[in-house]
């Protein structure tokens, strides 16, 4: 191989996806098998098998036990909503789509009381084993899980609080501002981060993705007074979805 030419495996895959993208490997049709790819771009077993990972790690592929591998159904991406400060009414982005008549969302959740961790006590500006409240969200759309979030609230603010538990009491399911104006704290700035990265297996196993397969993964916390009173993890599958936001112009 010369200096800065491809390794073998990546000029199959280039080469492969090129055919994904054109059309001339539709959906549902299956990859060309190891000893195909290795007869036909005269190369190794191993740079087959590797060649083939990579389509699979950009999520172009998925295998089918006892079948093969075969090129996946490419879904036009849909939008999930980010704001950072609600209108009149409180309610999440998400919960706000859902007003709409044709809209088919729904969403679960659960809350327990836990220690914090060492990265959730840093985010919120707490102690390592402090309690907060963690509060873990499924969304779905038409049935399908579309985002997944966890939240932490320290209890030292909520605790024994009309909204110490998120999603129940006279404000149960409405925004973090509004919540937390309810007990006089006021919300005065929202950060959020955004990033990519593999899915874990637990994230993609609810996702119904496959090892590989990339996740936006959105970093939120909520300040008053430069206090952080809120952080939260968002994950949402790359493939199906793009982060829209909505942010107000003062």
């Known amino acids: ?10 000029r199959v895959a280039g080469d492969l996806r090129k055919k994904i993208a054109s059309g001339s490997l539709p959906p549902h049709t299956r990859l060309p098998s190891q000893a195909r790819i290795r007869e036909e771009y005269g190369v190794s077993d191993t ?24 090129v996946r159904e490419r879904p036009v991406p849909r939008r999930v909503a980010r704001s950072g400060f609600r209108p009149a009414g ?21 809350s327990e009381q836990v220690e914090a961790s060492g990265c959730v006590a840093e ?8 309690r907060v409240m963690c509060t ?17 609230e320290p209890l030292s603010l909520t605790g024994r609080t009309p909204v110490m538990l998120p999603e129940e009491g006279p404000l149960g399911g409405m925004g973090v501002v509004e919540r937390m104006a309810a007990i006089d704290v006021v919300v005065d700035n929202v950060t959020e981060e955004v990033g990519a990265r593999p899915g874990l297996a637990e994230e993609l196993l609810a996702l119904g ?42």
């Open 47 to 70: 740079v087959a098998l590797e060649a083939r990972k990579v389509l699979m790690a950009e999520g172009l592929v998925e295998g089918r036990s006892g079948s093969g591998t075969y």
């Open 123 to 130: 985010r919120l500006a707490i102690q390592p084993g402090d």
């Open 1 to 10: 191989m010369t200096f800065g030419e491809q390794p073998a495996y990546l």
């Open 136 to 152: 873990k969200y499924t969304f779905r759309d038409a049935g399908e899980v579309m985002m997944l979030s966890t939240s932490w």
């Open 209 to 250: 993705g496959v090892p590989g397969h990339v996740v936006l993964a959105v970093q939120r916390t909520y300040f008053a007074s430069g206090r952080p009173v809120e952080t939260a993890d968002v994950v949402v599958p790359a493939d199906r979805y793009r982060v829209s936001y909505h942010l107000p112009v003062k």
């Open 90 to 110: 409180g309610a999440t982005p998400f919960r706000q789509e859902q007003a709409d008549a044709a809209a088919r969302g729904t969403w679960e959740s659960r």
